[in-house]
């Protein structure tokens, strides 16, 4: 009865207004919805499934989700296991749609994790370099289910990219200037992989590269008591997890609260890291305030 309803609504739309309508796009989290409002502008109305400060990791989705999923000419999800959901999802909704995995052509970072299970970490946007090729896979995604906006679409991903590549040197010049023996951080689940090994900067973390699990009361006397041993100085907040754990070790050993960053999604509009460049400007500002000397 839904369904019938809802044919009988777009037959009704006259074909000049059908043309011009945004495509409509659902991302599965904030920082790919951002992405590709920057390279479809007008000509995309996208809507993300885990929205500001959500965890993609562990979301639930709703009935909502359906009927969001079913109205889209496009999904754009992150791959490498980081939407354990979303196949579930896409079944159930009988999504015909296109889909673009974002992280489709990265190289993926690995890591063991507790238990020496070598996993693979989804969190690639940390990586600049990795956003481009996210850019480039929603570019591709864009122009074949919208070709009459083609050039549209290349221009603003070549500008967009230029802006990334330019965030990119700035942090690395930022970063650059830390003495080898501070580049330590601590934050609550295993975010920053790839941007640590992009900055050379070390990540430690109590949970893993998912926040499925909770770690153990051994895994953390084992950082905390790593934490006093290297003197590391500074543990983060993340959007998107609870600050408890971060608080925990903080007082445990003596370290700073370096403040609230942004992970796996981005902040509502009008907070710190409502963008993608903003997240990355927000984060190193507050990760080289931590480890600069002084
Ligand atoms: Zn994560």
Redesign the pocket.
Known sequence: MLRRTFLAGLTSIPAAARAAAPVRVVASFSILADLVRQVGGDAVAVESLVGPDG???VYEPRPKDLRTLLAAGLLVRNGLG?EGWMDRLTESAGFKGRVVVAAEKVVPRTMNENGGVLATD??AWQDPRNAVLYVQAITEGLIAVDAANAAAYRDRAAQYTTQITQADAWIATTLGAIPADQRRIITT???FGYYGARYGIEFLSPEG???EFEPSAKSIAALVAQIKREKIRAVFIEN?TSPRMAQMLARETGAALGGTVY??ALSPAGGPAATYLNMLRHNTTLFAAAMRPG
Do not use: E, G, K, V
């Open positions: 965890d993609a990791h980081l989804p969190h689940h295993d975010a590269i998912n926040t998107m992970s796996d």
